[in-house]
């Protein structure tokens, strides 16, 4: 079975630009959460989706949004970027009721 | 404001060397508590759920365990293959928020 799959793999951008993160969850799954991950440090909440509404936000400026589409895939925008952006973007993908969440491969993203 | 601290930051044993892992918390209200592994540039992998004291779970050469104030993962006998970052985290509220510790980085010797 197909886990969480997350595109793209790594990234690089100037400061100022915008990038858009993409997460697939595992076949099922309805809901979905976005977590950044600074070197050395666990990973920090940023949203939850589910049934395409947003159902929790972390402490994250509002140039981070998401969105979450029919299929429940899920968008990560950020805007604005700033050096420490830099990061891994963990998506996280879970049943309905249940607490364990299940984590993708991460997209590394760097803000030059 | 849920607070999960690991202890040690890193540890490094022969193999075959057991040891534990420690995952202390303070939340009101927890809802689970969760161990991953997680190798340098990968994603976290799941090990393991709590949800109450006295509540242990085994898988091959791991076991953790859960007190009302703090959690332990035990490793039996580890091998090199065991090596990785190993992450704590705690969920509270209805969503699905989880608040990790910072891991704690094995280092097993062969």
């Known amino acids: 079975d197909a886990g969480v799959t997350q595109s793209p793999t790594h990234l690089i951008k100037t400061r100022g630009q915008h990038v858009t993160l993409r997460c697939s969850p595992i076949s099922g799954h309805k809901s979905v959460s976005w977590y950044q991950q600074v070197l050395g440090q666990g990973p920090q909440f940023i949203f939850q989706?589910?049934?395409?509404?947003?159902?929790g936000r972390g402490n994250f400026p509002d140039r981070f949004s998401a969105r979450q589409f029919p299929n429940y895939s899920s968008e990560l925008n950020v805007n604005a970027l700033l050096l420490g952006d830099s990061a891994l973007y963990l998506c996280?993908?879970?049943?309905?009721?249940?607490?364990?969440?299940?984590f993708g491969p991460g997209t590394r993203l760097l803000v030059l | 404001e849920d607070q999960v601290t690991q202890s040690p930051e890193a540890l490094r044993l022969q193999e075959g060397e057991s040891s534990s892992l420690n995952c202390s918390y303070t939340?009101?209200?927890?809802?689970?508590l969760f161990w991953y592994r997680q190798d340098p540039g990968k994603g976290p992998e799941f090990l393991f759920t709590?949800?109450?004291a006295g509540e242990e779970k085994e898988k091959e050469r791991l076991k953790a365990t859960l007190t009302k104030k703090e959690s332990f993962l035990h490793i039996t006998a580890p091998k090199p293959e065991d090596s990785a970052t190993y992450l704590c985290a705690v969920r509270t509220g209805a969503n699905s928020k989880l608040t990790f510790g910072k891991g704690i980085t094995l280092s097993v010797r062969p």
């Open positions: 996280a993908s879970s049943w309905v009721g249940e607490e364990t969440q299940y």
């Open positions: 989706y589910y049934e395409k509404e947003e159902r």
């Open positions: 709590l949800y109450s």
């Open positions: 939340v009101s209200g927890l809802r689970g």
